[in-house]
């Protein structure tokens, strides 16, 4: 079986610099301790349960909202996560007087600047992003001017003029496309920038280019990733390739392998790197 790997693929500049402010955190002796997280610090269990073994303490719920979170923290330093934060919650760190770290991706940063720019100057905003992401929830925290749109049937019907878009950093570069023209064509003024990060976009390229002939493709990264489950919907949709989604090399099953000549595999920009080559190094030696 031929084993083809896709590069680029795994941490972005984002990830690295998120992990890395923890890491730093947890070592430096000037840092009140403990460390908090509030949700996961990027969207990868291994990641979050290496961090907890250092002592870190990631606050993660279903139900409660990061700005409840807060509340449950008294002391410390909280390390704010790559996909940006609430105002409301920053505020509220520094009303309780506890310190935190904002590791809020440089990328993600530059379209919540664009959000709040744009609604100061009196637009509407459709921000294309995901229900319930972190991200998304942000960004739609910024201003009382802006409307989530996930797919096309999200666009509100020309009752809204003066509109700006902008994006999740980590949309899919292909379903974009079609959303933002709907949107031109009700709204044919609309001012757009369209924000996907250069490492979505380059991995998801990566995928396009190589699963030309290839019989089964594997991302490794967590159901919780986005740009992972992009990159699965890239492949399948744009390349016609069966693709699966597995966290480690223990979801690998000698079933999905019959018959299969060639392989490849990506991971998302949250995957640690040792988490792919051992799906590399099994598939090689199957
Ligand atoms: S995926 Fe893009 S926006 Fe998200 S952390 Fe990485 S570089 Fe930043």
Avoid: W
Avoid at 18 to 29: G, P
Avoid at 73 to 88: F, K, Q, R, Y
Avoid at 241 to 269: C, F, P, R, W, Y
């Amino acid at each position: 079986m031929k084993v083809i790997s896709i590069n680029p693929r795994g941490f972005c500049k984002g990830v690295n610099k998120a992990i890395k402010a923890v890491r730093a955190a947890v070592n430096s002796t000037t840092t009140k301790k403990p460390i908090y997280v509030i949700g996961y610090i990027v969207h990868n269990r291994f990641v979050v349960n290496e961090l907890t073994d250092l002592g870190v303490i990631t606050l993660d719920d279903t139900v409660k909202t990061r700005l409840e979170l807060v509340e449950e923290i008294n002391s410390g330093t909280v390390i704010l996560s790559a996909h940006g934060t609430n105002p409301l919650v920053k505020e509220r760190l520094i009303e309780k007087n506890i310190d935190f770290i904002d590791a809020t991706c440089e990328d993600v940063e530059k379209t919540f600047q664009l959000i709040k720019e744009y609604a100061a100057k009196g637009h509407h905003i459709f921000y294309i992003g995901k229900k319930n992401h972190p991200e998304a929830n942000a960004a739609m925290s910024l201003t009382k001017d802006v409307t989530l749109i996930e797919t096309i049937e999200d666009i509100p019907e020309n009752i809204l003029e003066n509109i700006f878009v902008t994006n999740q950093t980590t949309f899919s570069t292909l379903e974009i496309k079609g959303i933002i023209d709907k949107i031109i064509e009700n709204y044919p003024n609309t001012l757009v920038s369209e924000e996907i990060c250069n490492a979505t976009r380059l991995r998801q390229k990566a995928i396009i280019d190589t699963n030309k002939d290839v019989d089964l493709c594997y991302i490794v990264g967590d159901p919780r990733s986005n740009n992972s489950k992009n990159l699965v919907y890239i492949s399948e949709s744009f390349t016609n390739t069966k693709t699966l989604l597995i966290q480690s090399v223990a979801d690998i099953l000698e079933i999905d392998l019959l018959n299969i000549k060639t392989v490849s595999v990506s991971s998302g920009a949250s995957t640690p790197n040792y988490l792919t080559k051992e799906v590399i190094e099994f598939l090689k030696n199957y």
